[in-house]
């Protein structure tokens, strides 16, 4: 069997001497989506930040296209082609979009227009608002511009916490379609979400956490369809 395109596996850590991870496998395929749901506090973002180089672990390790970067810093990973997304602070409010776009490939030293035109077209409002502060905007814009920068690196890997947080049913629907997108070039993307529902059934895969450990780990459809996950997890 060949190895994920990404993978953190048998991840323990945690923050100081409490260990949050417990044996956590996360893994994504080459322009696969991977969805991590689960309760509150069950370790879903801790779990993304310790594939990210966020957090120190104890045991396991995270490999990328078979390279082992368990020690690479959050920085080296983005050089690698990793791209992060956090849930909040995501963006650069005082700046205006394209600024925070621009932002997005401080790594890149090639013409980023390119790049840019293609954000555009994912996202056409970022272009007609492309001079006006981000603060500005609403949050499902915000959104977008955090997403848009993040694929101004030019990412392998799009890690997105928690993207649809606080939006409106219809933002949220028109990020997981802009997602699939993404997706469909080749980027794999793994992603905290609280609405699994939904979230599960744009998965490829999907992975429920419960206490920092793997409950169930399957794809999407089969999460949905499955009895307990869904009495447990989807709300019947």
Do not use: W
């Not at 848009?148 to 916490?161: F, I, W």
């Amino acid at each position: 069997m060949a190895e994920p395109f990404l993978i953190g596996e048998s991840m323990t850590g945690g923050y100081g001497a409490a260990d949050i991870l417990h044996g956590c496998t996360l893994a994504v395929e080459k322009g696969q989506i991977a969805v991590i749901v689960g309760p509150n506090g069950a370790g879903k973002s801790t779990a993304m930040k310790a594939v990210f180089g966020m957090l120190r672990l104890r045991a396991g390790h995270v490999k990328l296209e078979g390279e082992d970067i368990t020690a690479l810093t959050p920085q080296a990973r983005v050089a690698k082609g990793m791209a992060f997304v956090p849930q909040t602070h995501n963006i650069f409010t005082s700046m205006t979009v394209e600024e925070n776009l621009e932002m997005g490939a401080f790594l890149r030293r090639d013409d980023i227009r390119g790049t840019m035109e293609q954000v555009y077209e994912l996202f056409p409002i970022l272009k007609d608002k492309r001079r006006q502060a981000a603060g500005e905007l609403s949050g499902g814009q915000r959104q977008q511009v955090a997403v848009g920068r993040a694929l101004m690196t030019q990412p392998k890997v799009l890690m997105l916490d928690e993207p649809t947080a606080g939006v409106s049913p219809i933002v949220m629907d028109e990020l997981f379609d802009r997602i699939i997108e993404v997706a469909r070039t080749g980027i794999s993307i793994l992603m905290v979400e609280q609405n699994a529902r939904q979230a599960l059934m744009i998965a490829d895969k999907g992975y429920v956490l419960v206490q920092g450990a793997n409950r169930f780990t399957d794809t999407g459809p089969a999460l949905m369809a499955d009895p307990e996950v869904r009495r447990s997890f989807l709300g019947g």
